[in-house]
């Protein structure tokens, strides 16, 4: 097996049947993600693999001894020619703390930026749980866009970051 601090995950693009109950395991052995986004996490790969680059939906996926390691999934925003989200990101368990996270989020943000996207938006939950989540946005550059109260439930926001790609 490869050391992951010195053999890093090699990223790719395209989405493969497979990917759909890669990205369910994946999102769901984060232990972060209720069953209803887990679905929708992989409910978006199959849209993708159903309806191709009309879905709207962008993929890089990291792999490791032919296993889904990490991936992000992005797009630009409907009605904007500028302004990316960044719907997911996960890594496994067993690579948090390798840097996985943060070269998938990089590589997705030079991949908007070649696009022509001037900013990446991403969003997460106010729970305690999602500290580490938060700190990993601030860390990586994103600032605090927006912060609503009791968005996905009494008690917990949603926290909207913003990576401006043209400073």
């Known amino acids: ?12 693009a395209a989405v493969l049947p497979g990917d759909v109950e890669a990205v369910r395991a994946l999102v769901a052995a984060t232990g972060y993600f209720n069953d209803e986004e887990v679905g929708i996490a992989a409910e ?5 693999l159903a309806r191709g680059d009309d879905a709207g939906y962008e993929y890089l996926f990291a792999e490791q001894d032919g296993r889904v390691v990490g991936y992000s999934c992005y797009g630009r925003i409907p009605c904007s020619s500028v302004s990316w989200d960044l719907y997911w990101i996960a890594v496994h368990p067993d690579q948090q703390g390798t840097g996985l996270g943060r070269r998938l989020l990089r590589e997705t943000e030079a991949r908007v930026k070649a696009a022509g996207g ?3 938006y991403a969003e997460t939950s106010g729970k305690a749980q ?5 700190g990993f ?3 990586s550059g994103y600032d605090t866009a927006g912060v609503f109260e009791d968005f996905y439930a009494p008690g917990d926001a949603k926290y909207t970051y913003c990576l401006r790609l043209d400073r």
């Open 118 to 120: 001037l900013a990446v």
């Open 130 to 134: 999602y500290a580490s989540t938060r």
């Open 137 to 139: 946005y601030e860390k």
């Open 44 to 48: 978006l790969v199959a849209e993708t």
């Open 1 to 12: 097996m490869n050391d992951p601090k010195t053999s890093p995950a090699p990223f790719r």
